[in-house]
T-cell receptor
Framework: DTAVSQTPKYLVTQMGNDKSIKCEQNLGHDTMYWYKQDSKKFLKIMFSYNNKELIINETVPNRFSPKSPDKAHLNLHINSLELGDSAVYFC???????????FGPGTRLTVL | DAKTTQPPSMDCAEGRAANLPCNHSTISGNEYVYWYRQIHSQGPQYIIHGLKNNETNEMASLIITEDRKSSTLILPHATLRDTAVYYCIVRVKSSGGSNYKLTFGKGTLLTVNP
């Protein structure tokens, strides 16, 4: 059973396009996160939602807009994609904001 | 802005214990130390966490010094599948200041050799 799943696994697109990445967790957790891992392998948090409320926003460009339709889903929409957005994006979830985080398999985004 | 320092890489022979050190000299009294690992091309995986006492689970043991300024993650019998980047993490406050986040540093690349 997949605990935290992401779609798509790979995403290749042109600069300027708009794309979305979806995340779902079946762990019954209240808190979900988006992380970005760049080419240098640094893993940085972008957003966190708790019970569908945004609680962490780490100075991410406005082109990135997370949406949480319910506690089990946290989607990431990216407008006007740029070359620098190429990275692996990981979704994670935890029972509460301070608890152990469980990560999804990642979405590799390539912007050409 | 990671609050921990780790060696960039370590090697270990298969079947032997792997001891991964971490310094967190600025840790405050109520902050936990977390360990995650990331196997190539996969999402990070939680290993263990602790506050003051040593901890053990099915994956590893965590030894925290009495002054809490450093810790060691021990994989008692390393296998080839334990080759990964291991992250030692102390939570820091997020930009908004009211919540905490995991800040991943560069970690230690552990290579388990046959």
């Amino acid at each position: 059973d997949t605990a935290v799943s992401q779609t798509p696994k790979y995403l290749v697109t042109q600069m300027g396009n708009d794309k979305s990445i979806k995340c779902e967790q079946n762990l019954g957790h209240d808190t979900m996160y988006w992380y970005k891992q760049d080419s240098k392998k640094f893993l940085k948090i972008m957003f966190s939602y708790n019970n569908k409320e945004l609680i962490i926003n780490e100075t991410v460009p406005n082109r990135f807009s997370p949406k949480s339709p319910d506690k089990a889903h946290l989607n990431l929409h990216i407008n006007s994609l740029e070359l620098g957005d190429s990275a692996v994006y990981f979704c994670a979830s935890s029972h509460r904001t301070l608890d152990t985080q469980y990560f999804g398999p990642g979405t590799r985004l390539t912007v050409l | 802005d990671a609050k921990t320092t780790q060696p960039p890489s370590m090697d270990c022979a298969e079947g032997r214990a792997a001891n991964l050190p971490c310094n967190h000299s600025t840790i405050s009294g109520n902050e936990y130390v977390y360990w995650y690992r990331q196997i190539h091309s996969q999402g990070p995986q939680y290993i263990i966490h602790g506050l003051k006492n040593n901890e053990t689970n099915e994956m590893a043991s965590l030894i925290i010094t009495e002054d809490r300024k450093s810790s060691t993650l021990i994989l008692p019998h390393a296998t080839l599948r334990d080759t990964a980047v291991y992250y030692c993490i102390v939570r820091v406050k997020s930009s908004g200041g009211s919540n905490y986040k995991l800040t991943f540093g560069k970690g230690t690349l552990l290579t388990v050799n046959p």
